[in-house]
């Protein structure tokens, strides 16, 4: 048995999520279905993070055991060619060893949230960008972010199907800023509660806005009560960027 580290790229938009369920399409599903299709095999996909529905990925780190004796770079090109055409694609696949997952050997996730800040509908990422058509103030919304970083209680940020057994989090970077007509979101923390980085993007869209104050996103942390977020992201804005392992 081979344990083989996947780097995945994908377009969340016709997916019910990464995680496989029974009610839809699934990243994970496509994956293993693929796998199937090479090996003859029936691996399991674990994820260093989950996504929701219409949530993408830039470089997701996975893993699968395989039997079969096959080198990583046939693997992932075989694994590509049964994956089309979703919109999904190994962009990386190396041997680790047997202790290595790609879930529990995991110490820091980043996720970058883009906003199409302009006042002409979006084309070319229509579903890849959420568009917001009123001028936003990114230097506010970083200041407001501020308060935001450090271990905190998160439960104003927290999904009310969230399954995390502690709302409280520690965030280690949560920056804002304006490229041209985009404004991008970068979080960074060891780990997440559901929702929490579109329930944070959401309430800073407020700051930027005009329509609430910089310290009132200080204040609905504080509140640790769902009640007190201002607005969830949609999805499809959303990007896991990367994540990241120890060094061996």
């Given at each position: 048995m081979t344990r083989f580290a996947l780097t995945v790229e994908f377009d969340g938009t016709p997916f019910m999520g990464l995680q496989r369920q029974v009610h839809g399409p699934t990243v994970q599903q496509a994956i293993e279905d693929a796998a199937h299709k090479v090996t003859g095999e029936n691996?399991?996909?674990?994820?260093a993070g989950r996504?929701?529905?219409?949530?993408?990925?830039?470089?997701?780190?996975?893993?699968?055991?395989?039997?079969?004796?096959?080198?990583?770079?046939?693997?992932?090109?075989?694994?590509?060619?049964?994956?089309?055409?979703?919109?999904?694609?190994?962009?990386?696949c190396e041997v680790v060893p047997d202790d290595w997952h790609a879930r529990f050997s995991c110490v820091g996730r980043a996720y970058v949230y883009r906003i199409a800040n302009r006042r002409a509908p979006l084309t070319l990422e229509k579903n890849r960008a959420w568009h917001v058509a009123r001028p936003l103030d990114a230097e506010a919304m970083?200041?407001?972010?501020?308060?935001?970083?450090?271990?905190?209680?998160?439960?104003?940020?927290?999904?009310?199907?969230?399954?995390?057994?502690?709302?409280?989090?520690?965030?280690?970077?949560?920056?804002?800023?304006?490229?041209?007509?985009?404004?991008?979101?970068?979080?960074?923390?060891?780990?997440?509660?559901?929702?929490q980085v579109r329930s944070m993007v959401g309430t800073l869209s407020l700051v930027g806005l005009g329509q609430w104050r910089i310290e009132q996103v200080a204040e609905a942390l504080a509140a640790a009560d769902r009640s007190a977020l201002g607005l969830n992201a949609p999805p499809e804005g959303l990007y896991f960027l990367r994540a990241s392992y120890p060094k061996s």
């Open positions: 691996p399991v996909l674990f994820s996504t929701d529905s219409g949530v993408h990925a830039l470089a997701m780190r996975c893993h699968l055991d395989i039997e079969k004796q096959i080198e990583p770079f046939r693997l992932s090109e075989a694994l590509n060619a049964h994956l089309r055409p979703d919109p999904v694609a190994i962009i990386g970083h200041r407001a972010a501020q308060a935001l970083v450090g271990l905190h209680d998160f439960t104003t940020f927290r999904s009310a199907h969230c399954q995390a057994a502690s709302p409280v989090k520690s965030l280690d970077r949560l920056d804002v800023r304006r490229e041209g007509d985009h404004v991008l979101i970068e979080a960074e923390a060891r780990s997440f509660l559901h929702h």
